[in-house]
């Protein structure tokens, strides 16, 4: 109660200021919350029942009462709401789906809308909403900018906070208009003559590299939002259509061991064998292939900063079923790699393949899974339903997906992506003198991180004085990140991050045995201004329990595929000069 008796003196304070700058309407104050943090909204008695926020000329007033409730928002959001919610809730929906006299637009009118030029239109339920107003107070930042011109729910569903009564209504005030029935129902029809016809739905906030086959990489923004990655959201690597298994016909053929080829059903494989967990970051080998572009063009998808993501992977140890099947001593005499096949093939029947070297593959300390689960759930199609590999601190290339054949060999794989491609080259190789045989296929990856926020071009306020840095860490082979460095005058001086191995309110991981750190850490700092600085160069590089550390610079990791782009990242953003700016 305390709480909220100081909360009503302070909206007292501003409706008092509000009343003094001659406002046309009478104004009310209205707590909410909006991505898990509170806000305060004046709300209009009068007109159209829009909402009125912060006059524009008081921009700081807002800012300052949304910092000072913002340790509050759990408390009363609990106690104000908790008694009402299904009520609510209730009549909430029904304001944003019922039919009413307001104007009819497509989809194609909504999707014109899509910027604050233009206006920022999103849709919901069928209804048609102008939250244009909202985007510069909208707490969880410019993020609300990913749904424009298209829908909320994808969005949402990605933040929990949102499917409260309260934030319905927020939104029911926006309404402008519903979609025709056309456009509500509208699907692409499928062309079943195409093989990627039978594709599973993505998740629209993922940014295309390639549709066919689909890969794709999280919004940097949202990247570091989540310790554990959503799996909508982890990044999409398919070099082939994703194909359509049947787990009750699915079967995983293992061969090279003593009691020859064996054929282990779903069932099987989940009853037989322990479920072990592990959390494990998988990389592109790719990631960060734009910077290298920049120095040079090279033949690759141009991911940027999010080709990596982090989940908890569950199911059978490779070592624990390689061992019920007859690995032992004399096939380990002969053997040296362990071959993966997957079930995605090409028109030609072929198939996807990659290997590991074998002592990853029987190592106790290996942790290498045939996963069922991601998240907790079964994997996505994207990601491997039924079955795949994780090899855990190894190049995402080698985490074979729809999982079919195991091959215990003295060989490497003879696929095209083992022998030929993922393989890293020296700045002066190019097309014409390259030689795929000469270097070894990548399987651990070197040290890595990038700074997620700000973004590149956007800019910060000096009358903040600080600047909010945040991002990944991550080293592969189970080495762990033991440090992140930041600077914002493009390596001068530097500042060590704070680095975070669970979500904001959870414990903290405890830390991982030698040798078997799988997971990236995110890490945070709060870093001064300089004084009279006009553009910050904000640099981060990592050091890992190896004290391997990033290059400086591109152009000497370049190569001609683009792969390994590991260099100190670099994002620079202006320093805006605050009040003076918003007039």
């Known amino acids: 109660m305390q709480h909220l008796k100081h909360c009503q003196g302070l909206a007292q304070v501003f409706l008092i200021r509000s009343q003094s700058s001659r406002l046309s309407k009478s104004v009310i104050p209205s707590l909410s919350v909006w991505d898990?943090?509170?806000?305060?909204?004046?709300?209009?008695?009068?007109?159209?029942?829009?909402?009125?926020?912060?006059?524009?000329?008081?921009?700081?007033?807002?800012?300052?009462?949304?910092?000072?409730?913002?340790?509050?928002?759990?408390?009363?959001?609990?106690?104000?709401?908790?008694?009402?919610?299904?009520?609510a809730a209730t009549s909430a929906q029904l304001r944003?789906?019922?039919?009413?006299?307001?104007?009819?637009?497509?989809?194609?009118?909504?999707?014109?809308?899509?910027?604050?030029?233009?206006?920022?239109?999103?849709?919901?339920?069928?209804?048609?909403?102008?939250?244009?107003?909202?985007?510069?107070?909208?707490?969880?930042?410019?993020?609300?900018?990913?749904?424009?011109g298209g829908a909320l729910e994808p969005y949402w569903a990605l933040y929990a906070v949102h499917q409260q009564d309260h934030v319905l209504e927020i939104l029911s005030e926006y309404k402008i208009g519903v979609l025709n029935p056309e456009s509500y129902k509208k699907q692409e029809s499928a062309n079943p003559s195409d093989p990627y016809s039978a594709e599973p739905t993505r998740h629209p906030a993922l940014q295309i590299n390639s549709l066919k086959p689909f890969n794709a990489e999280p919004p940097?923004?949202?990247?570091?939002?989540?310790?554990?990655?959503?799996?909508?959201?982890?990044?999409?690597?398919?070099?082939?259509?994703?194909?359509?298994?049947?787990?009750?016909?699915?079967?995983?053929?293992?061969?090279?061991?003593?009691?020859?080829?064996?054929?282990?059903?779903?069932?099987?494989?989940?009853?037989?064998?322990?479920?072990?967990?592990?959390?494990?970051?998988?990389?592109?080998?790719?990631?960060?292939?734009?910077?290298?572009?920049?120095?040079?063009?090279?033949?690759?998808?141009?991911?940027?900063?999010?080709?990596?993501?982090?989940?908890?992977?569950?199911?059978?140890?490779l070592r624990d079923v390689l061992l019920y099947y007859g690995f032992g001593p004399e096939v380990a005499a002969k053997a040296k790699h362990v071959q993966f096949e997957g079930l995605d093939k090409d028109v030609t029947g072929t198939a996807y393949g990659a290997s590991i070297p074998l002592n990853k593959a029987v190592s106790e300390e290996g942790d290498v899974l045939l996963?069922?689960?991601?998240?907790?759930?079964?994997?996505?199609?994207?990601?491997?339903?039924p079955v795949r590999v994780v090899v855990p601190g190894v190049v995402g290339a080698r985490n074979v997906k729809w999982l079919g054949k195991i091959v215990v060999s003295d060989e490497e794989s003879k696929s095209h992506w083992q022998q030929n491609d993922y393989k890293g080259f020296s700045p002066g190789t190019d097309w014409d003198t390259v030689d795929f045989k000469s270097a070894p296929a990548i399987q651990e990856l070197p040290i890595q991180s990038a700074i997620t926020h700000p973004a590149e071009g956007t800019s910060v306020d000096r009358s903040d004085r600080e600047v909010t840095v945040k991002g990944y860490a991550w080293s592969g082979g189970g080495r762990e990140v033991v440090r992140v460095d930041v600077s914002v005058d493009g390596g001068k001086t530097w500042h060590v991050a704070k680095l975070r191995t669970s979500d904001q309110g959870q414990h903290p991981a405890p830390p991982p045995p030698p040798g078997r750190a799988w997971a990236w850490k995110l890490w945070e700092i709060d870093v001064p201004i300089p004084h009279r600085a006009q553009e910050l160069e904000i640099v981060c590089k990592a050091v890992d329990s190896g004290y391997n550390m990033q290059p400086d610079t591109v152009a000497p990791i370049w190569n001609l595929r683009g792969v390994l782009s590991n260099a100190w990242h670099r994002v620079k953003v202006k320093v805006s000069e605050g009040f003076k700016d918003q007039k």
């Open 36 to 87: 898990g943090h509170f806000s305060c909204r004046w709300r209009s008695t009068g007109g159209h029942g829009r909402q009125k926020y912060f006059n524009d000329r008081l921009p700081k007033f807002r800012f300052a009462l949304a910092g000072l409730l913002a340790g509050t928002g759990a408390v009363l959001a609990y106690k104000l709401h908790q008694d009402k919610v299904q009520l």
């Open 371 to 385: 996963a069922y689960e991601m998240n907790g759930e079964d994997l996505p199609p994207d990601h491997g339903y």
């Open 96 to 148: 944003v789906t019922q039919t009413s006299d307001l104007p009819v637009y497509t989809l194609e009118e909504v999707t014109k809308h899509r910027s604050l030029d233009s206006g920022v239109w999103v849709t919901y339920k069928g209804g048609v909403y102008d939250i244009t107003e909202f985007v510069a107070i909208h707490p969880g930042g410019d993020k609300i900018l990913l749904a424009a």
């Open 220 to 317: 940097a923004s949202i990247l570091s939002d989540n310790y554990i990655t959503p799996s909508v959201i982890f990044f999409k690597r398919n070099h082939l259509p994703v194909p359509r298994v049947d787990p009750e016909a699915y079967r995983l053929e293992i061969e090279g061991l003593s009691g020859g080829v064996v054929s282990l059903s779903l069932s099987e494989l989940k009853s037989r064998f322990p479920k072990h967990t592990i959390t494990a970051t998988l990389q592109c080998a790719g990631n960060r292939r734009s910077e290298m572009n920049k120095v040079k063009q090279v033949k690759g998808l141009n991911w940027g900063i999010a080709a990596i993501s982090n989940a908890t992977w569950s199911g059978a140890r």
